[in-house]
């Protein structure tokens, strides 16, 4: 891996592979399901939601009244944006296609 993170151990790994073995979204369900708690599954889904807006240049305000997120959090993703792995655009572009 040329990636360098700080996350690296066999146990992430394992977990990253096994997130790769999925093949439908029902799969992704039943698998998050298990390992997350509905609250964690939801934030995360709304942090996707607002690094995408913010891809799309929308304003804080926007993200806020269309997501319910807070401005820390809105602020929080654009520096991941900014100064981050790049791990959104890298899934968010690969979208596009």
């Given at each position: ?13 394992e977990l990253?592979?096994s997130i ?78």
């Open positions: 891996m040329s990636y360098e993170t700080k996350l690296k151990s066999d146990e992430t790994d990253f592979s790769l073995t999925l093949d439908s979204l029902e799969d992704c369900y039943r698998f998050f399901e298990d390992l997350c708690t509905v609250k964690e599954i939801h934030a995360m889904a709304q942090r996707f939601e607002v690094a995408k807006l913010l891809i799309e240049h929308r304003t804080y305000s926007e993200i806020e009244s269309e997501t319910g997120a807070s401005t820390a959090t809105i602020s929080r993703i654009n520096r991941t944006l900014q100064y981050g792995a790049d791990g959104y655009r890298r899934v968010i572009g690969s979208q596009d296609k």
